[in-house]
């Protein structure tokens, strides 16, 4: 009996477990077959084109924005994007949906990428309101304008007196060693402040440089000289003086730097363009000289010296001045082939361009120059061109962050999208924003305001102070390379922010304009030194790297003062600033 109970028990446990085993071995299958259904209706789903949340519409195209990477095939948040074989032909690139991957807080992959980079900060956020925003939209008082005018005032002053002390008649100087350093050999601090000094109202400090002026002699200066950083920083601020005091010395001395120019045969090329360099003792113009360089000149270098040539042409009589920049402008235009963006390079002989296609260096002010000579010549042709190359530019150049950051990238040649911005690209919301007050489409000034939210971004580091580039990594994050991670305290943003300000009248941007003066005050403003440049800007301990470039007065300072001064001081119905920020009459 007992034998029989032991028995029956082992039996019936033996059925027990058979049961239970074949019923997980039914769970397990029924698992396989819903994870392989699952599979399955993925797969079907991605076959399905959504509109991508991160794309926008301009008002004169509404074209669909691409959100393209740099390699063939790369992931963006849910979206792949498939490369074209030419990008340069501008056609959209259709996003198509993948199935979603665990959301990670951050990917490995993606982590050793920006590490790998050797980048200082990777800042990117959020979208760029959140950190400056349309949130600070308290008006700024007149009272508190005043005060702001007279700090900034007295920042020139002490600028200028470093300069004065360490520096005089050099042409940079350099404020923690107490010395100066030449270039042109024409004291180009001195030319290149002195419309600061008179809009600021330092009236002793503009007697100093005037007599220095009096006496200035162009024979002595140097040897390889260009002629686009001459033409815009010493001819524009003598023709800017001229305009804004008719002191006959500032004409007289624009004249001679002009006949000198043409004397020098600048212009006697095949096309027209000028030649880069000029010998100021010998009166010679002269292709680059250095070792390895291309006998090509920068696009800007050619085409950013017309606003300056019309107003001497103007304020002398003589139209060879006009006659001979309108040629080499044409000279480059003529050469585009329709809808070309032109390359950073230029041969001065033929007019074609190669090359990386830029806002930023080499080719900036192009773009600048054609908005400005609409505005001073009332020529239709410079306003078509105009428009047709920022239709260009937002078709195929402007992206958006993962977080809604819209920047400028670069192209190369044949085509590959290279995602960098230079500081240097931060004028363009303020071209575009001065083009809308001229009959520019409204949408332009939509992409300027994302823009500047972009350039102020920049200014999120532990200084306060920008870098000079910042790149988006394969994730379209933001970030700073080592090598990238200084300032040298650049006007671009701040002049953006002045005509973005004078334009719109909304508050937040003189709002910006005030971090940015208090980040240089903070940051780049030694208490017996000076202004300097820095190093370092996203460190807890940046260094000074005892320089002050010339366009700290003449542009940076300028523009935070006029940002605060009563509208009617430099009207944007009666004058513009030329690339320096010299103030030319509209007449």
């Given amino acids: ?177 107490c010395e100066g350093s030449t270039w042109f050999n024409l004291g180009l601090t001195i030319i290149d402040s002195m419309d600061t000094l008179f809009i600021v109202g330092l009236r002793e400090e503009l007697k100093e440089a005037y007599l220095f002026i009096s006496s200035m002699d162009y024979r002595k200066g140097g040897k390889n000289v260009n002629v686009f950083e001459l033409t815009i920083r010493v001819l524009g601020g003598l023709l800017s003086m001229f305009a804004l005091t008719r002191d006959p010395i500032y004409k007289e001395k624009a004249v ?20 880069s360099d000029i010998d100021l003792s010998s009166v010679r113009a002269h292709a680059p000289q250095c070792p390895g360089c291309s006998k090509d000149s920068s696009l800007s270098e050619g085409t950013t010296i017309q606003l300056e040539f019309h107003e001497l042409s103007r304020v002398s009589g003589n139209p060879v001045f006009k006659e001979v920049a309108s040629k080499a402008m044409s000279c480059v235009l003529d050469n585009l082939k329709p809808g070309q963006l032109p390359g950073i390079y230029v041969n001065v002989e033929t007019g074609k361009t190669s090359g990386l296609i830029s806002l930023g260096s080499r080719g900036d002010s192009f ?68 083009g809308t007050l001229f009959g520019a489409p409204a949408w332009h000034l939509d992409l300027a305001e994302k823009l500047i939210r972009t350039c102020m971004e920049m200014y999120n580091t532990k200084t306060g102070l920008a870098p000079e580039i910042i790149k988006f990594s394969s994730s379209y994050r933001m970030y700073i390379q080592g090598s990238d991670s200084f300032s040298l305290l650049r006007p671009e943003t701040v002049e953006s922010l002045f005509l973005l300000w004078r334009v719109t009248k909304k508050p937040v941007y003189r709002h910006w304009g005030w971090d940015i003066y208090s980040a240089i005050e903070r940051s780049a403003n030694h208490p017996e030194l000076g202004f300097s440049s820095i190093n370092g800007i996203d460190s807890e301990a940046p260094n000074r790297s005892n320089k002050m470039e010339s366009f700290f007065i003449a542009e940076t300072m300028k523009y935070l003062y006029l940002l605060y001064a009563p509208e009617d001081v430099l009207s944007l119905d009666k004058y513009l600033f030329n690339t320096e920020a010299h103030p030319l009459p509209i007449v």
């Fill in 1 to 177: 009996m007992r034998f029989s109970v032991f028995y029956s028990v082992k039996l019936l446990k033996s059925t027990l477990r058979r049961r239970l085993y074949v019923r997980s071995a039914q769970k397990r299958f029924l698992t396989l077959l819903l994870a392989v259904a699952g599979v399955f209706y993925l797969t079907l789903s991605s076959t399905r084109v959504p509109r991508d949340p991160k794309t926008f519409e301009t008002n004169s195209s509404n074209a669909l924005k691409r959100e393209v990477e740099h390699e063939s095939l790369v992931e963006h948040d849910s979206l792949v994007v498939e490369d074209s074989k030419d990008i340069s032909d501008g056609r959209l690139m259709r996003p198509r949906k993948k199935p979603a991957a665990p959301q990670l807080t951050k990917d490995l992959a993606e982590l050793a990428e920006e590490r790998n980079v050797n980048n200082v900060g990777m800042f990117d956020f959020g979208p760029a309101y959140q950190v400056y925003g349309e949130k600070r939209t308290d008006e700024v008082s007149d009272m508190e304008c005043s005060k702001r005018m007279n700090r900034i005032r007295a920042s020139v002053k002490k600028a200028w007196e470093r300069y004065k002390t360490c520096a005089w008649g050099m042409d940079i100087l350099h404020p923690d060693s």
């Fill in 256 to 275: 001679e730097l002009g006949d000198m120019l043409l004397k020098a045969d600048t212009f006697k090329t095949r096309c027209g363009l000028p030649l």
């Fill in 367 to 434: 773009y600048e120059y054609l908005l400005k000579q609409w505005i001073q010549s009332k020529d239709t042709r410079y306003r078509d061109v105009y428009f047709k190359m920022v239709q260009k530019i937002n078709d195929r150049l402007v992206f958006s962050s993962v977080r809604g950051l819209t920047y400028v990238t670069e192209m190369r040649t044949n085509g590959p999208i290279v995602h960098k911005m230079d500081h240097l690209v931060c004028f363009y919301p303020g071209t575009l924003a001065l």
